[in-house]
């Protein structure tokens, strides 16, 4: 009788742990940081991750110490079945007062567990963190004055040891700037096509996220461009612009088809490409002197061309050509203009067959409408090298190719990169300014 009535007590307290133990679990909720280190500059945000595996987050209280002095930054309470939360808090140092030097953020985060007599399991945590506040010294070291429109630049300066990351922003376009050596930059820049003179930046940042901008002057050459009509057979619109289309779109009439391929496709085409040439990040130069043109060949259209097309004597469409065009022999060899590092080959809509080189500080080629490459993603070629065979795939009216030099991802005017004596005086001479050029 005694044992039954034992047994019954027993599995009475585990029935009862087993439906409200839960409530009074002990695992403390979790805090973490989505960054490492903590600089804090002029303004930033510190990301928190909170999380909580039992009842879930209860609060959260962040606090900030400097000295003797504190600041509450932040509190929020959260409702129930709240298990993961990010916290944003953005930080502004000098309109609270903090000084350079060590802060200290105290977190606390509470769940919503009844343990320790309902006020739940807390977690504390303290995150040292750096407040800086002045940006990177920066030192223009030489530049290149004089520009055509649509053309490229260099530089080269100096920062204080604390910068990150630097680059030269004109007008919207921005070009990354990499590091030389101690305290040293280098990078390349492109004018943009057809905006007139706009203003320089050379931008420097620090880790803390504070900026110092330097105004970069330069002499805008003028540099005339092109206008043509190009007529757009119906031979044209079979063998090249029906096949482009998608699935869903073959059934558009003639002058709709080719508006999409060329308007469109090609900005789709153009944002993937320069998305793909951004990526070019050697910091240092691969190539070795002047750019090769394809051997043979005659320049059928250059770069800053503007384009309208006519289908049956009617203007269907407009484009500028940001590269230049050379025709050659039908499948003649395509030679690497330069020392670089394949960076892409694959096929892109309007440019067909394509291969992208990066030949460092942020300088591609890229070489279109081949019938073939022969080279693959991540190899190094040497200037001169055959890397596919001209060919007409894509939108392409003939067998030709279709070079483009890009700066970070934007074309600029290839026939600048053939001549030895602008790429020494404009480029060189300013990328190795101790070798006196
Ligand atoms: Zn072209």
Not at 40 to 46: N, Q, R
Not at 251 to 271: K, S, V, Y
Request: charged share 25%; aromatic share 10%; hydrophobic share 40%.
């Amino acid at each position: 009788m005694r044992t039954v009535y034992v047994v019954g007590v027993v599995v009475l307290g585990v029935l009862l742990a087993v439906v409200f133990l839960p409530f009074f679990e002990k695992k403390p909720p979790k805090v973490s940081l989505s960054k490492g280190s903590l600089k804090v500059g002029v303004c930033s945000e510190i990301t928190l991750n909170l999380e909580d595996e039992g009842r879930g987050l209860r609060d959260v209280s962040i606090e900030l110490f400097q000295g003797p002095r504190r600041w509450s930054l932040y509190r929020e309470v959260f409702p129930k079945g709240i298990a993961q939360k990010t916290v944003h808090v953005s930080l502004r140092p000098k309109d609270l007062g903090l000084m350079e030097g060590q802060a200290v953020f105290l977190v606390k985060v509470r769940d919503r567990s009844l343990w320790w007599f309902g006020k739940g399991n807390s977690q504390l945590v303290e995150v040292p963190i750096q407040v800086d506040l002045t940006p990177p010294d920066v030192e223009l070291v030489d530049v290149t004055r004089y520009v055509y429109e649509g053309g490229s630049g260099a530089l080269s300066f100096r920062t204080s040891q604390d910068a990150v990351e630097a680059m030269v922003k004109i007008g919207e376009l921005i070009f990354r700037a990499f590091r030389k050596g101690e305290g040293l930059w280098w990078g390349l820049f492109g004018v943009p096509y057809g905006k007139g003179q706009e203003r320089a930046f050379l931008e420097v940042r620090d880790e803390a996220g504070n900026i110092r901008q330097l105004s970069l002057p330069y002499t805008l050459l003028p540099r005339s461009f092109k206008h043509e009509e190009v007529r757009v057979s119906d031979e044209f619109m079979t063998s090249k612009v029906y096949p482009l289309l998608p699935e869903g779109k073959k059934g558009l009439q003639p002058e709709e088809a080719f508006r999409f391929i060329n308007e469109d496709m090609r900005r789709e085409n153009d944002a993937f490409l320069t998305k793909i040439a951004s990526e070019g990040l050697s910091a240092e130069p691969l190539w070795e002197g002047a750019f090769l043109q394809l051997p043979n060949s005659q320049v059928r259209a250059s770069y800053g061309d503007s384009r309208t097309y006519l289908y049956q004597n009617k203007p269907i469409g407009s484009s500028t050509h940001l590269a230049l065009d050379l025709a050659s022999t039908s499948r003649a060899p395509v030679l690497a203009a330069n020392s670089g590092k394949v960076l892409f080959t694959g096929t892109v809509g309007i440019y067909g067959n394509v291969v992208i080189l990066d030949h460092g500080l942020g300088l591609t080629t890229l070489y279109a409408h081949l019938s073939q490459w022969n080279v693959k993603k991540g190899e190094m070629v040497q200037k001169g090298q055959v890397i596919g065979y001209t060919g007409d795939t894509g939108f392409a009216g003939g067998d030709h190719l279709h070079f483009a030099v890009m700066i970070s991802g934007h074309p600029v005017n290839p026939v600048d990169w053939f001549d030895p004596k602008w790429m020494k005086e404009r480029i060189l001479s300013i990328l190795q300014p101790e070798a006196g050029g």
